[in-house]
């Protein structure tokens, strides 16, 4: 089965802080995308990463940046939290196939104050 | 561009009761379609999908056909269950992309 980890599931932050969010997958995924979901939005894309090293930006970069620097793992980096930045931020990963499913982390609720 | 929409929720069902979540969608190309669930507190996870049209997805009880003619991949089910309380996303694959686009997600809610 593929797995995909978050770092945390709550996290609690305050307005200013760099926060770091990772995602791990087990499955040698090429894909891998962080996304926010907000009540009455859906799921919006911030970042996609389809190779090491390799990003492109979603519908809502703004605020946020990415790392991948080894295929398993994708880092979401908020250089300077705000508070219209809480939100639960969820991590998938597919392979290279347009119609593979993705597969999604357990979620991250991040709160800032 | 790519957009798909869904029925707005939350949709109240008692047990057993028939279950239809609307969804259609705008598409360049030939899209593949795909359900999603997401249950209360987890990820989303693949509950069916199709790939070309006529097909049909179907996965613990629930149906979807895809239909090009009305640019449509209604979820369904004959007899919903409490367990089946969850958020249903319609999600489309563009030819050629690996971006996925979601729809906004529709609340299930079913009651004993």
């Known amino acids: 089965d593929v797995k995909v980890t978050q770092s945390s599931r709550y996290l609690v932050k305050r307005t200013g802080e760099k926060v770091f969010l990772e995602c791990v997958q087990d499955?040698?995924?090429?894909?891998m995308f962080w996304y926010r979901q907000d009540p009455g939005l859906g799921l919006r894309l911030i970042y996609f990463?389809?190779?090491?090293?390799?990003?492109e930006k979603g519908d809502i970069p703004e605020g946020y940046s990415v790392s991948r620097e080894k295929k398993e793992r994708f880092s979401l980096i908020l250089e300077s939290a705000s508070t219209n930045q809480t939100s639960m931020y969820l991590c998938?990963?597919?392979?290279?196939?347009?119609?593979?499913?993705?597969?999604f982390g357990p979620g991250t609720r991040l709160t800032v104050l | 561009g790519n957009s798909v929409t869904q029925m707005e929720g939350p949709v109240t069902l008692s047990e057993e009761a028939f279950l239809t979540i609307n969804c259609t969608y705008t598409?360049?190309?030939?899209?593949?379609l795909f359900w999603y669930v997401q249950y209360p507190g987890e990820g989303l996870q693949l509950l069916l999908k199709?790939?070309?049209?006529?097909d049909k997805g179907s996965n613990k009880g629930f149906e979807a056909t895809y239909r090009k003619e009305t640019t449509s991949f209604h979820l369904e089910k004959g007899s919903v269950q409490v367990s089946d309380s969850a958020v249903y996303f319609c999600?489309?694959?563009?030819?050629?992309?690996?971006?996925?686009?979601f729809g906004r997600g529709t609340s299930l809610i079913v009651h004993p």
């Open positions: 998938a990963s597919t392979r290279q196939v347009s119609t593979d499913t993705q597969y």
């Open positions: 499955m040698d995924h090429e894909n």
């Open positions: 990463s389809y190779d090491v090293k390799m990003k």
């Open positions: 598409a360049t190309g030939y899209p593949s």
């Open positions: 199709a790939t070309k049209a006529d």
């Open positions: 999600a489309l694959y563009p030819g050629g992309s690996y971006i996925p686009t």
